[in-house]
Nanobody
């Protein structure tokens, strides 16, 4: 069983920064991909950033240049550094993982299936 535990959410003013972290534990496959998606009230979930087993990052257009995804601790810890935060970044952020080491071309899609997901952490950006 895979477990994902997020931390680092909170409230920040527009233009501010936050870093989210996610620790992956359990009976983990040797290869896997990870990512972050978010969901705001009344909106479809949205892929934010992802990283494949080779460490290659992908970003949604809405966060390119502002968010950075990275891994540490033998790839078991996933970080999302968020800068220049905007009000529209307000959402519940979820850490996700997939035993597939490759990211599908539509990894950011609201319908993309990530087999494992954490409980989420709230990010609120105010003006």
């Amino acid at each position: 069983r895979w477990q994902l535990v997020e931390s680092g959410g909170g409230s920040v003013q527009s233009g501010g920064s936050l870093t989210l972290s996610c620790v992956l534990s359990g009976d983990i496959d040797a290869s896997y991909s990870m990512g972050w998606f978010r969901q705001a009230p009344g909106k479809a979930r949205e892929g934010v950033a992802a990283i494949d087993n080779d460490g290659r990052p992908r970003y949604a257009d809405s966060v390119k240049g502002r968010f950075t995804i990275s891994q540490a601790d033998n790839r078991r810890t996933l970080h999302l550094e968020m800068t220049d935060l905007k009000i529209e970044d307000t959402a519940q952020y979820y850490c996700v993982a997939d035993p597939d080491p490759n990211l599908g071309p539509r990894w950011f899609s609201s319908t993309y299936f990530w087999p494992h997901r954490g409980q989420g952490t709230q990010v609120t950006v105010s003006s």
